[in-house]
Structures are given as C-alpha cells and as structure tokens.
C-alpha cells in the first residue's frame, strides 16, 4: 500500500501537493475529484480540496499539506525554530496573502460564486494593482538569488511556482524579467513536468 492517498484534481491546488509528493520521491495514489465530491465531502467539512490522507490523519488546506509533508520527511524545509524557517514561512504567508489571493478573488468573481453575486468587472482593476505590486516585492525578495531563499529548493518555491502557473493562465502575467526567469526556473523541474503530465491523462480520462 502507499504511503499517502491525495484527493483532488491536480490542476487545482492540489498540484503543488504532488509537486512536493514527487520532490520527495514518495509513493502516493491521487482521486482527481473536485471539491464537494463525496470522498472530499466524507473527510473534510468544509469539502475543499486537496486532503491528504496520511495513515489515520487527514491533513486539508495545501499549504500544511506542504508543511506537514516536509517536516515528517524533513526535506525542503529547515528545522523549526530556526531564523531560516521563521523566513520561509514569511514567504510562504507572503505567497498566499498577497500573491493567491487576487488570483482566488479573481476566479471566484469568473466561476466559482454563484453568477448573481458576481462583479469581475468591478473588481478587476484592483485586483490586477494589488497582483503587480506583489511581483514587485517578489522581484526585490528575489534579487540575483536562484531560489526564494538563496541556494535551497524549498517547500515556498513550490507554492510561488506554482502561484505563477495560475497567474500565467488567468492573464496576471507573473512572467517578465527577474521574476519571469525564476518562475521559468522552478517550473521546468522534473517534479513539475510530472504532475502536468499526470494533470494531463487525468483530464482525459
């Protein structure tokens, strides 16, 4: 049997989930439901995914997925307490404050509200202020650094890589100069190219 069971269609947020499965080189077997599907719906109240399930314990919300996942192997992470980490995590919260959540505005104003509470249009402008002045911090955060925090892959390159995935398909952009560079970067990664192949087949079937 493997070793963990992921619910959740890899072109949600539950690709970065297997972007770290794969990074780790761990066995794992992936649902592709969507959110509310009833094996979601029967392990996590509020019928989001991704969840992991891992042994007896369901972890929900991708970002502690990630977390959980790289404490218990301890790889692309740093031990907790330490200054490194403390950063990390800035980055990380940092990521899903004011890099994903324009982006998640944005598609719930597209698709996901009911369309009668809808108002992309009036939103948009603001929402496309509030992405451009978080590439420009990335940008500075970055600097001439290979990854987010120097030389080591880690768990927030996974969440930024794949933030500019999401950024590029929804028109934010995500992919001029330094940053553009950095995202090309991190998602040419084997890890990556895996799960989109995987996304692929699953869209398929």
Known sequence: ERMYKLLGNPKTRAGRVMWMLEELGVDYDINPCGPHD???????????????????????????????????????????????RAQMMSVIFFATDAIEQPLWTFAKHSFVYPENVRVLDAVRPALRHEFGQAMTALDKMLGEQEFIMGDDFSTADIILGHLGGWAKGSGFGADEGRVGEYMSRVRSRPAWKAVLKVAATKSKD
């Open 38 to 84: 009833p094996a979601v719906a029967a392990v996590n109240p509020t019928g989001k995914i991704p969840a992991l399930i891992d042994g007896d314990t369901v972890i929900n919300d991708s970002t502690a997925i990630l977390l959980h996942l790289g404490d218990k192997h301890q790889k692309l992470t740093y031990p907790l307490g330490s200054p490194e």
